[in-house]
């Protein structure tokens, strides 16, 4: 399903005068080698631009490569030159020994770029083309790099222009660009065998055998491909590597230029740690593709840039996605085709291949329903009704706060985003994950511990309603849940708070400190303990009646006996229970 998206949303893009020139493809550069009309190198500038971002210190500047488009080249792990050639160890010859942090001149290399593009300009007449022939032919390298301009560009990628025109650049050459694509155009496929497109169902096509280099997952290494066959075992019937896929070359060609081109387009992806999620939508409406886009951008990630921008293009119905009140009339009235199907991938790293973790499929009306249910599970009366919780955000809760060893747990994030999507039940790990932390960490209050009450109300109650159960989890404090677990929770909060109402100054430590976890999970072992301490406390404190009139009623509905131990389910409801009695009392002093 996916290779055939990709396939689909390349003819869209192409369409749309999106996609590179066939036979191009886009490069980033961070120099300009500016040439004489003799081929000698005058100068060699940054060719950079200034992204300037707000932050909480004030604005920050950060200097990226400017994006070129260059022939489309191999990959090859040998040496190989590629046409026009932006890479400096093939342009200069100049590289590092990283083993004795010393620079050497790679002649074969050189020779090979050399050799490669003089081929290729043959008969090509121009300023740019005339001054880079005598720049292969004449360029030698200087006896000591140390000093030179080339060392500042050892390891970067450049382009050529001609010097006091930078606007006239090698690769924009009408003639350079018309060869080129003339080579595209009549390419032939040796490597490959002949037989019937799986993914277009065509027969006679040349079945790729190695495909496409993908770009712009995080953290992979190497060259990683998303159809790969590195071992004999996978292969049969005499086929070699990727030609068991029966991929055609037109087809592989097709999916890797438009997954790169959403990997490398704003709007089109996102990251959560090191999973990688590329999006789009089957549609020729550019507007419907962005607008849906953006929603599912603000709907991952925080940053306050992007989606303070997204919120005033689209107001109304972001103001209703955070409340999970939007539907296909909203979105009809903002342009957006709700009919159309709309797509997410997600993706991980691996040595020398793309993971492809999931990849989901639904119409955009569907896709907005599922996400707005999901709010619903979340809000309660401890959060901002106002603000939507980005999925970034309840990730970042499953650890520890400030904590630098993080290592994210993949298959959680995958299956908790595909239940998102689907609508589907929380993964029964990610319940775990949070009770723990509340367990361990003891932060059941603030921004973080309203993100995981969020959490475990979200997990508790869609798993009631999808078993066609009463949901568990109310808004706010319920004192007419009797169920047992939640009911020792309120107590707990109501023996805390009389602990801190009997001191006459403020508790650096409290019995959640020392007993919350083992109330949570063993009730039986520690309420009769604090029940008799509480007295103590009640005695001490101002409105010690009061007090005690509330955990004597929510007693009175556990039938005079603590529960011996407490299921996963049941230690949500625990911690809930505790939240919410612990907001109610804290929130009335405050009035």
Not at 4 to 32: P, R
Not at 361 to 370: E, S
Not at 537 to 566: C, M, Q, R, W
């Amino acid at each position: 399903m996916l290779i055939s998206a990709l396939c689909k949303y390349y003819d869209t893009l192409a369409a749309n005068g999106l996609i590179d020139t066939e036979g191009f493809a886009e490069q980033i550069v961070t120099f300009m080698i500016m040439l004489n009309p003799d081929g000698s190198v005058a100068d060699i500038v940054d060719y950079v631009e200034e992204i300037k971002t707000e932050t909480k210190k004030g604005v920050s500047v950060k200097k990226v490569g400017r994006i070129i488009k260059v022939p489309v080249h191999p990959d090859s792990s040998s040496v190989l030159a590629y046409l026009l050639d932006f890479r400096s160890d093939y342009i200069f010859g100049f590289d590092v020994d990283n083993k004795v942090k010393s620079i050497f001149f790679y002649k074969q290399k050189h020779d090979a770029f050399v050799e490669k593009n003089l081929q290729f300009i043959e008969g090509i007449d121009s300023p740019i083309v005339n001054a880079y022939r005598n720049f292969l032919e004449n360029w030698t390298p200087p006896e000591n790099v140390e000093g030179t301009i080339y060392k500042r560009v050892i390891g970067s990628k450049c382009c050529f222009a001609l010097n006091g025109h930078p606007e006239i650049q090698l690769q924009n050459d009408s003639q350079i660009v018309k060869k080129c694509s003339e080579q595209y155009s009549n390419r032939t496929y040796d490597d490959c065998t002949i037989g019937t497109c799986a993914i277009t169902g065509a027969p006679n096509q040349s079945i790729m055998s190695k495909h496409g280099v993908i770009k712009g997952i995080r953290n992979t290494k190497m060259n990683p491909k998303l159809v790969c066959f590195n071992n004999p075992s996978d292969e049969s019937y005499g086929k070699r590597q990727s030609a068991n896929s029966s991929i055609s070359a037109v087809a592989a060609e097709k999916y890797a230029a438009a997954l790169n081109w959403i990997l490398r387009t704003d709007g089109h992806h996102t990251y959560l740690d090191d999973l990688t999620l590329a999006y789009w939508a089957d549609t020729d409406n550019v507007q419907t593709d962005s607008a849906v886009c953006d929603i599912f951008s603000f709907f991952c990630t925080d940053n306050k840039a992007d989606r303070e921008e997204t919120e005033n293009r689209l107001s109304s119905v972001m103001a209703k996605a955070r409340v999970g009140e939007i539907s296909s009339v909203d979105l009809s009235a903002e342009g957006i085709d709700p009919s159309v199907n709309f797509y997410i991938a997600g993706f991980t790293p691996n040595s020398s291949r793309v993971s492809l973790k999931f990849i989901y499929r639904n119409t955009i009306a569907g896709f907005i329903k599922n996400i707005a249910q999901h709010q619903r599970d979340l809000m309660h009366d401890g959060l901002d009704k106002n603000k939507q919780i980005p999925v970034l955000q309840l990730m970042n809760v499953l650890f520890p706060p400030k904590t630098e060893d993080r290592k994210p747990p993949y298959p959680l994030y995958s299956a908790f985003m595909q239940s998102i999507l689907n609508g589907t039940r929380y993964p029964q790990s990610l319940l775990g994950t949070v009770i723990q932390r509340c367990k361990t960490d003891g932060l059941i209050s603030g921004k973080i511990g309203g993100t995981r009450i969020a959490l475990i109300k979200a997990c508790l109650n869609r798993k009631a309603r999808i078993l066609n159960k009463q949901e568990v989890i109310s808004m706010s404090l319920d004192t007419e849940n009797n169920s047992t677990a939640y009911v020792c929770g309120r107590i707990f909060a109501l023996l805390e708070y009389a602990q801190r109402n009997a001191s006459k100054t403020k508790l650096d430590r409290t019995i959640k400190d020392a007993y919350f976890s083992s109330a949570c999970s063993r009730p039986a072992s520690v309420f009769p303990r604090l029940m008799m301490l509480a007295q103590h406390h009640l005695e001490k404190a101002e409105n010690g009646g009061y007090i005690n009139k509330l955990i004597s009623e929510a007693v009175d509905k556990l039938d005079g006996k603590f529960p011996p131990t407490l299921s996963l389910d049941e230690q949500g409801e625990f911690i809930i229970g505790y939240y919410q009695q612990n907001k109610s009392l804290y929130t009335k002093a405050e009035k």
